[in-house]
């Protein structure tokens, strides 16, 4: 019987370069069984850039880069794993992700991300990342409008639907009324965090000869601040990466 003949989409592959992203499952009920502090926790925060740093250098996918923010992680990669079997390469890094998340966070209930895979060629790779820039931004407003709101009082389904609407401004007006500027809260609550594979020089010791010896190895860029992916500077650094 040929049993992986009936597999469903285990054929089904796909060429480079591609952007998996995944995204947490459930998360908000993680969030409620940690206390993560709201609308963001930096530890949390700090925990998904470890995953990411894992993903990039550790899970044996190399993708060339990654973007995340809140509960979501977008890989890029220009060669597949796999053959580049989709189903493949959405499962491996899904559960990658989901058992580096647990560890991070030391969590004693299961975890799990979701994957999709999204081809990316041409200048799509800079559309694609200024589009999820654009939504962790629209993140960020309503995180904030929405704690605030429950802080106030409300229940969190109350919140969703007082804001459900509400176009940015307003938003911005409401937390400025109560004393916060959302264009001045921290970059990577604003813009997510992108860490990018690079080839970097390292002293090392050779013990045959007992002489410093420069040695290339594979590093982590994270930028302290994240650009705009629509601006011509953010947009330069998202080709260099991909080469496009």
Same mark, same amino acid.
């Given at each position: ?24 499952? !459930?998360?908000?009920?993680? !969030?409620?069984?940690?206390? *993560? ?5 930096? *530890? ?10 894992? #993903? ?15 509960? @979501? ?11 580049? +079997? ?9 559960? !990658? ?13 299961? *975890? ?10 041409? @200048? ?13 931004? +629209? ?23 007082? *804001? ?17 500027? $959302?264009? !001045? ?8 965090? #992108? #860490?990018?594979? =690079? =080839? ?7 013990? $045959?000869?007992?002489?410093?010896? =420069?040695?290339? +190895? ?5 930028? =302290? @601040? ?6 011509? @500077? ?6 260099? #990466?991909?080469?496009?």
């Amino acid at each position: 019987m040929d049993i992986k003949g009936r597999e469903i989409y285990s054929n089904l592959t796909i060429f480079p370069p591609v952007f998996v992203r995944l995204d947490g499952r !459930a998360f908000h009920r993680l !969030a409620r069984a940690l206390d *993560l502090r709201r609308p963001f926790d930096p *530890l949390f925060h700090a925990a998904m850039r470890s995953v990411c740093r894992y #993903l990039l250098t550790g899970s044996g996918l190399t993708p060339l880069f990654a973007y995340t923010f809140s509960d @979501e992680i977008s890989l890029y990669f220009s060669t597949l794993p796999f053959s580049g +079997r989709v189903e493949k390469i959405d499962s491996v890094a899904a559960a !990658a992700a989901a058992s580096a998340l647990t560890i991070e966070l030391g969590c004693r209930e299961p *975890l799990a991300f979701d994957a999709r895979t999204i081809p990316a060629a041409g @200048e799509f790779a800079v559309e694609y990342l200024t589009s999820r820039q654009n939504e962790a931004w +629209r993140n960020h407003i309503n995180a904030y409008c929405q704690s605030a709101l429950v802080n106030e009082g409300m229940s969190p389904r109350e919140a969703a639907a007082a *804001l459900r609407g509400m176009q940015s401004d307003a938003m911005h007006d409401m937390m400025f009324q109560r004393g916060v500027n $959302l264009a !001045a809260t921290p970059a990577w609550q604003r813009r997510g965090t #992108l #860490l990018y594979r =690079e =080839e970097c020089v390292k002293e090392g010791y050779n013990p $045959l000869t007992g002489e410093s010896v =420069e040695a290339k +190895r594979t590093c982590i860029r994270e930028p =302290e @601040e994240t650009p705009l992916f629509s601006t011509v @500077e953010g947009a330069a650094l998202i080709r260099s #990466l991909t080469g496009a």
